[in-house]
């Protein structure tokens, strides 16, 4: 099953997407996550009765994020990009021991989620928009301490995330030791539809989904790679999630980025700005096998960008 929400005459709807793109309505007024928890029996039979009431291409809908998540984990599970990334900050330029140890993660903000085709306002103070391609996992119901042999029951489906990123700001904000924050609280992505785990059957290979992944800039293609290469797959993420901690139904488990699927790591890469940040105007676009595509259009700035002052000194080397 692909499984969606759009906006139809003002109101939320909960639909499928069949493999000829079209959108069918399902009658139903359970959500997402409420008809995929359903027996297999009363799926089926709540999905044989679609597209009664609405049937269209999906090409005319106007799709809302699949989910509405109370808490998103963006994980950085792709050797390649951080060996890429690494290339351009201080130290060794290798990859940490400790990123080989366990698949480290941070919260991103729910709120900031975007419709899958929304236009994405230019983020106040950055000259360094940025793109990451990326896969995301659905959690189906309540999971904490999940065995890895258990974990695949605990996956609703997939789907696309792009979590985009201001990394001039990113860059300086990290100098405090701390992880991202206004760098990326301000847009995320999701959709167009969620993928059940069933529906990608054909394209597993082992213990990893095999899921070709594009992203282009204004029609040009800038990069390309597989969900085979993760380092973990989404079972190992969402085992590492769960440990000793709650993780929701329809909660984030995001890949991070791939090879190739952020300007950021070209950026790394060659040491020059090429190709250059996203500037107003611009369209990304990613698709990945069997989860569609999503698109959005970079648009004049909304936000006045209020700032804070810069901090009131309390200490110095004196006081000791």
Not at 257 to 274: F, H, I, V
Request: charged share 25%; proline share 7%; aromatic share 8%.
């Amino acid at each position: 099953m692909k499984i969606a929400r759009y906006l139809h005459n003002g109101f939320a709807h909960v639909g499928v997407v069949t493999d000829h793109g079209r959108l069918l309505n399902l009658p139903t007024r359970l959500s997402v996550l409420e008809v995929l928890a359903l027996p297999i029996g009363e799926r089926n039979l709540i999905e044989a009765q679609a597209g009664r009431l609405f049937n269209t291409s999906i090409d005319k809908v106007h799709f809302l994020p699949p989910v509405e998540p109370r808490a998103m984990r963006d994980f950085v599970a792709f050797e390649a990009h951080i060996a890429g990334m690494k290339k351009s900050e201080g130290g060794t330029g290798k990859i940490p021991q400790a990123w080989y140890d366990v698949p480290v993660f941070i919260f991103m903000n729910p709120w900031s989620v975007l419709d899958p085709n929304a236009d994405v306002p230019m983020p106040p103070h950055t000259k360094a928009l940025d793109f990451e391609l990326e896969v995301a996992a659905i959690v189906l119901k309540p999971a904490r301490d999940v065995s890895l042999e258990n974990a695949g029951e605990f996956i609703a489906g997939y789907t696309l995330f792009n979590d985009w990123s201001a990394r001039d700001i990113q860059r300086h904000e990290m100098s405090v030791g701390l992880g991202p924050s206004k760098g990326k609280d301000f847009a995320n992505t999701i959709g167009p539809w969620i993928t059940t785990p069933d529906e990608l059957a054909k394209y597993r290979k082992d213990d990893r989904l095999d899921l070709e992944m594009t992203v282009s800039v204004n029609g040009i293609e800038i990069g390309r790679d597989s969900t085979k290469n993760m380092s973990w797959n989404f079972e190992e993420l969402l085992v590492h999630a769960s440990r000793d901690a709650m993780v929701g139904p329809g909660d984030v488990l995001a890949s991070g980025t791939c090879s190739g699927g952020a300007l950021s790591e070209k950026w790394s890469r060659s040491g020059t700005q090429n190709p250059p940040p996203l500037q107003v105007g611009d369209v990304v676009e990613m698709t990945v096998t069997g989860l569609g595509t999503i698109r959005n259009r970079i648009v004049e700035t909304k936000s006045p960008g209020h700032m804070a002052p810069p901090a009131k000194r309390t200490y110095s080397e004196d006081m000791l």
